[in-house]
C-alpha cells in the first residue's frame, strides 16, 4: 500500500522564526487592512450585465469564517472553498450535504436516517457530523444534546437563501471553540436587498417525490430589507431489499418505511447593522433499516426532527480601525425516536413502542472586536457564553420511563487572535481561545499560520493548530437501562494539524492548489462493550493518524464551459491497532463539467463523485464507486419561469455505504437513478 509521506515535520519551528522576524519587520502603516485590498481581483461588476461566459468566470472569493472578518481566500489563513448561489443553483444541490460531497477531501455517507461527512478520511460510524462546527452568519447551528451539524433534509438552512457556502478546513476551535476539529462550514445567507418580490418553486419526482417553497424579498419603506421564505417536502421513499432480513415474512423486503417529509421556514430582517434571524425545520423520517434491531418492515420505525433558532445581532465598522459584532440568540433542538420491536419472549406483546424523546435548549452571547493596534498589527479579541438550559433524555416504552437525564450547564470561551504583516507580502497570524465547560478543565487551542504572496495570484501558506471537541451530553449521559449506559468520565478529544497549502490563480479562467496535511487525534471516543457487563458505552479508546495531499484545478475554456477536477488520497490508521479506521476511503474524486447550450438558452452540469474502497464494521470492504449526476437548466426560455431538470446517479451506479453497528446490516443500500423536475418563478 502507499502511504504518503508527512508534508511538514518542523512547521512550528519555522512559525516560531517567522514570529521572531517580526520584531525587526519595516512595515507600511496600516498594511495588514490594505494588503487584502491591494490583492484582490477586479472589482465585481453587475451579474445582470454579463453574459454567460462572464458568469463562468473564475473569481478570488471573500470569506468571513477563517478569521471573523471579510478577506480574500488567498490571504485567509486555512484553506478554504466557497460554493456560491449560483453554483449551487446550476448544479442542482438540494441540501448542504450535496454541496459538502462536491469538495476536495469530503465524503458523503446515508444510512437511510440521516446524511453524514467523512472529512480527510475521517468517520466515526454513528457520529452524526459532531465534529465540525456548521454556522450561519456565524450562528452555531450545532444542538447541545448530539453536538450534530444537520446538513440534510432536515436542516435547518434553507439552501435556496444561500448566497455562498464557506468550508474552512482544517481546525478551528483557536477562534470557535469546542467542535470545529476538522473544519469550519459557515453558511452565509442571501441579501433581502439584493431581489424585490415573490418567487415560487414547484418540483415532482421519481418515488413520489414532491417539494414546494415560496418566498419574499424586499425593502420596506423604512429601510428594513427582508428574506422571508416556506418550504415543503415529502417521499414515499424508495421500495428496497435487505438480503439480511431474507427469512422475515416479506422475504427481505420493505416498502413505504422509507418516507421522508419535511416543514421549514427561515426569516431574515436587516437594517443599519442589525440582523433578526429566525430559522425552523421539522421532519419526518421512516426507518427502513430496522435500525437498533427493530421490527423489520414496520411502517411506525420513525424519527422525527425539529430545530429553530432566533439570532439578534449587531455589527459596525467605526472609522478604519474597529470591526465589531455582538449577537444574542436562542436554540431549540428536539428528537422523538420511535422504536418497534417484538416483546412476545417477554410475554409481551409483538409490537411494543419505545421512545427516545431528547429536548435540548440553549440562550447564548458572543462579542467580538477585530482592530488595527498597531501599524502591522490586526488583533482580534471575543468573547462567548453558552448557557445549556435543557439537555434532557428520556428512554421510555408504552407504559413506563426506563431511563431519564435532566441537566442544564454553561460553556464560555474567550480568544485572541494576531496577524502579523511581515512586509509588503507575508502574514502571521497567530491565535488562542480558552474554552470551559462544566466538569471538565479548561482547554486551550492554538493557531498559527504564515500566508506568503507571491503576487497577487499566488499564495503559499504554512499553517498548525490545534482543536478539541468535548464530549456531548448524548456521549456523556444516555442509557436505555438494558443494552447502553452512561459515562460521565470521559475527556475531551484533541486534534494537532499540520498543513502547507499553495494557491495559484491563473488570470480569470483558471486556478489550481495542492495541500499537505497530517492529524493527529487523541483520546478519540468511541463506542464500544464494556467486558464487565457487556453494555456499550462511549470511551476515551482510539487514538488516530491521518496524512494526506489534496489536489484541486479549475478551468474555463474559450465559449465559457467550465471544467473542475478534485483528487484526494487519505492514509488514515488507528495507531493502537494499525488498522484503516471503518469508513475511510484512500482516495475521494469530484470531476465536474457546466456548460452552456442551445445559444445560451440552457446550462448544464455533469458532475461525477468517485471513492474508493472502505471498511465495514465486520472487516469487510465496500465496493468503489463512480456515481454521475446531470442538472439541465433553462435560462430565459419562457418569461419569468425557469425549468430545472435533475438526473441523480445517472447510470444506476448499484453502491452502499458501511454501517455502524446499530445495523443488522454491515452496508446500506444507496439510491439508484432518481430525478427531480422543477419549475421556478418570479412573480
Given amino acids: 500500500m502507499d502511504r504518503v509521506p508527512p508534508p511538514v515535520t518542523d512547521l512550528l519551528q519555522v512559525l516560531r522564526r517567522l514570529a521572531a522576524s517580526s520584531m525587526v519587520c519595516a512595515c507600511a502603516a496600516a498594511a495588514v487592512q490594505t494588503q487584502s485590498d491591494e490583492t ?3 472589482e465585481l461588476l453587475d451579474l445582470t450585465e454579463l453574459d454567460l461566459e462572464d458568469l463562468m468566470s473564475i473569481e478570488i472569493h471573500d470569506v468571513y469564517g477563517a478569521s471573523k472578518r471579510s478577506q480574500s481566500t488567498l490571504d485567509a489563513p486555512s484553506s478554504v472553498s466557497i460554493v456560491t448561489a449560483e453554483e449551487i443553483r446550476s448544479r442542482g444541490y438540494r441540501t448542504l450535504d450535496e454541496v459538502l460531497r ?17 472529512f480527510r478520511g475521517f468517520f466515526v460510524p454513528g457520529d452524526y457530523n459532531s465534529r465540525v462546527l456548521l454556522t450561519v452568519d456565524g450562528h452555531r447551528v450545532n444542538d447541545n444534546i448530539y453536538g450534530s ?4 433534509v432536515e436542516s435547518p438552512i434553507d439552501i435556496d437563501t444561500v448566497e455562498r457556502v464557506e468550508f474552512i478546513r482544517g481546525p478551528g476551535s483557536a477562534l470557535y ?3 470545529a476539529v476538522f473544519g469550519v462550514i ?8 439584493a431581489d424585490g418580490g415573490l418567487t415560487a418553486l414547484a418540483g415532482a419526482g421519481s418515488r413520489r417525490s414532491y417539494e414546494a417553497r415560496v418566498a419574499h424579498d424586499g425593502v420596506s419603506s423604512d429601510g428594513w430589507a427582508h428574506h422571508v421564505a416556506l418550504r415543503g417536502f415529502d417521499s414515499a421513499g424508495a421500495r428496497l431489499m435487505y438480503d439480511e432480513y431474507a427469512s422475515s415474512p416479506t422475504g427481505g423486503v420493505t416498502r413505504d418505511t422509507d418516507r421522508e417529509s419535511m416543514f421549514g421556514v427561515f426569516a431574515d430582517f436587516a437594517r443599519d447593522g442589525v440582523q433578526l434571524q429566525a430559522a425552523f425545520a421539522r421532519r419526518e423520517k421512516g426507518v427502513p433499516t430496522a435500525q437498533y434491531f427493530t421490527n423489520f418492515d414496520d411502517p411506525d420505525n420513525v424519527i422525527i426532527d425539529a430545530q429553530g433558532y432566533v439570532d439578534l445581532s449587531y455589527s459596525a465598522t467605526l472609522g478604519e480601525v474597529h470591526e465589531l459584532l455582538a449577537r444574542v440568540y436562542y436554540d431549540d433542538y428536539a428528537y422523538d425516536g420511535v422504536y418497534v420491536y417484538d416483546d412476545t419472549a417477554q410475554s409481551g406483546v409483538p409490537d411494543l413502542e419505545y421512545h427516545d424523546d431528547v429536548h435540548g435548549r440553549r440562550v447564548g452571547f458572543e462579542a467580538h472586536d477585530a482592530f488595527l493596534w498597531s501599524d502591522c498589527n490586526r488583533l482580534t479579541l471575543g468573547v462567548e457564553t453558552r448557557w445549556n438550559i435543557d439537555q434532557d433524555q428520556r428512554y421510555s416504552d408504552e407504559f413506563t420511563t426506563l431511563s431519564t437525564s435532566e441537566k442544564s450547564s454553561l460553556d464560555w470561551g474567550a480568544f485572541a487572535q494576531n496577524e502579523f504583516a511581515l512586509g509588503a507580502a507575508t502574514t502571521l497570524t497567530l491565535g488562542l481561545r480558552l474554552d470551559g465547560s462544566e466538569g471538565f478543565d479548561a482547554a486551550w487551542s492554538p493557531r498559527a499560520a504564515a500566508v506568503h504572496r507571491l503576487d497577487d495570484a499566488t499564495a503559499l501558506k504554512l499553517l498548525a493548530g490545534g482543536a478539541y471537541r468535548a464530549p456531548n451530553s448524548y456521549e456523556l449521559d444516555y442509557s436505555d437501562g438494558s443494552t447502553t449506559k452512561a459515562n460521565p468520565d470521559l475527556d475531551p478529544e484533541r486534534i494537532t494539524t499540520f498543513e502547507l497549502v499553495a494557491e495559484r490563480y491563473f488570470t480569470d479562467r ?4 495542492i495541500a499537505l496535511y497530517r492529524n493527529e487525534v487523541d483520546d478519540l471516543i468511541s463506542q464500544r462493550i464494556d467486558p464487565n457487563d457487556g453494555l456499550y458505552v462511549f470511551e476515551n479508546v482510539d487514538n488516530v493518524r491521518a496524512q494526506g495531499v489534496e489536489l484541486q484545478g479549475e478551468l474555463v475554456v474559450a465559449d465559457g464551459t467550465r471544467i473542475a477536477l478534485s483528487h484526494a488520497i487519505q492514509d488514515v490508521e488507528n495507531t493502537d491497532t494499525g488498522e484503516r479506521p471503518i469508513n475511510s476511503p484512500r482516495r ?3 470531476a465536474r463539467l457546466e456548460t452552456a447550450l442551445f445559444d445560451d438558452a440552457f446550462t448544464a452540469a455533469i458532475e461525477v463523485i468517485a471513492l474508493g474502497p472502505r471498511t465495514t464494521v465486520a472487516g469487510d470492504e465496500s465496493d468503489a464507486y463512480a456515481v454521475t449526476n446531470a442538472y439541465l437548466r433553462s435560462r430565459g426560455v419562457l418569461d419569468g419561469i425557469d425549468i430545472e431538470l435533475g438526473l441523480y446517479n445517472v447510470f444506476d451506479e448499484q453502491y452502499t455505504d458501511p454501517a455502524s453497528e446499530d445495523y443488522l446490516q454491515d452496508q446500506i443500500e444507496q439510491d439508484g437513478l432518481t430525478f427531480m423536475l422543477r ?5
Fill in 679 to 683: 419549475l421556478r418563478a418570479t412573480l
Fill in 177 to 179: 471553540g469546542s467542535n
Fill in 102 to 118: 462536491s469538495l476536495c477531501g469530503v465524503y458523503s455517507t446515508f444510512d437511510r436516517s440521516y446524511r453524514h461527512s467523512g
Fill in 40 to 42: 484582490q481581483a477586479p
Fill in 186 to 193: 459557515n453558511v452565509v445567507t442571501r441579501d433581502g436587498s
Fill in 149 to 152: 451539524a444537520s446538513i440534510g
Fill in 588 to 590: 475521494v474524486t469530484q
Fill in 510 to 513: 483558471a486556478r489550481a492548489s
